[in-house]
């Protein structure tokens, strides 16, 4: 693998799902791999989950590891061509990712989107700049349309959890919240799941209220509901998330009542078992009740966080021999 920033870059997800859990089994297997590499983070929106299990996982296959808090610590970068840099920003992106690429074998990248201007964020412009001058192989850490080391962590968690003769029936369900939220987690876990639905692992249910529909681009394949109630009947899986408006972009839009997931609205499920990415706002996006009992996976989903990203390093290390 030589680089990854969607599930498109994977050549096959069964296998990747295997290396994770093999991992997890026997986490210092592959540390030969890292030897004498280096794994540089650059963050440019904060992280707790993503920037500490994706450390943890180059460790453990005993690569070295650098992290630069770009919006913090770096110069404010210019990523526009053919402009006279007379304002603000100090450094244009076309010398900041390739000086990086100068001292790292792989470089993995957090920017999100700014929900201003819908073709600017999904074109992932700031992204492709960042690939294309750094000259090294790039994992994202999340994109503005994409989380796909959590998408992957997701997937290893509804594999290693469900102990069903069939196919588990998996709900991403949209949640309330106050604030306008990126659409990149609930497009990537749509278009992992809708991938792990054509290989024939789940069935996969959108619920999301009028106006908040993702770009159909990310939903193949998908069922989709405007009725919360409707997609939880028989519901194995939850997937809790919320997102702005993909239609009038970037915006939180009125919803109807009912939309935030307790154990009420759990007693129409297969017993379903909850996730979330984390973080999360505790009786706002989800009830205290489901995060504090047994139907969470929430921490255990988190844990895998670092069993996906091992799996993807070890591939794009193996790519680099
Ligand atoms: N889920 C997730 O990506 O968490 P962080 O934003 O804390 O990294």
Known sequence: MNQ????????????LLKDALALKENPYSQQHLGKNKT???????????????TQ?????????????????EGWALETQDGVVMNGATVEHI???AAVMGQYCDILGLRSFPKLVNRDEDYNEDFFNKFIKYCNVPVLSLESATRH????LADLVTIKETWKGKDKPKVVLAWAPHIKA????????????????????MIDFTIAQPRGYELNEDFTPGAHITHSLDDALKAADYIY??????????????TYPEGWMLNNEKLKGTNDA??????????????????????????????????????????QMLEGLI
């Open 94 to 96: 076309r010398e900041a």
């Open 4 to 15: 990854f920033t969607s599930v498109h870059d994977v050549q096959d997800i069964r296998q």
């Open 56 to 72: 943890k996982a180059a460790l453990n296959l005993g690569m070295n590891v650098m992290v630069m808090n770009m919006d913090k």
């Open 273 to 314: 078992k909850v996730m979330h990415c984390l973080p999360v706002r505790r009786d706002l996006e989800l009830s205290s009740e489901i995060l504090d009992g047994p139907n969470s996976l929430v921490i255990h989903e988190a844990g895998n966080r670092l069993w996906a990203a091992q799996a993807v390093l070890k």
């Open 39 to 53: 794994l540089g983070l650059v963050f440019l929106n904060p992280s707790l989950r993503t920037r500490l299990s």
């Open 148 to 151: 796909p080391l959590q998408s």
């Open 240 to 253: 809790v998330k919320n997102w702005s408006s993909y239609k009038e972009y970037g915006k939180v839009l």
């Open 181 to 200: 939220l990126p659409q990149a987690v609930p497009n990537s876990f749509a278009e992992w799941m809708c991938k792990a639905q054509e290989d024939g």
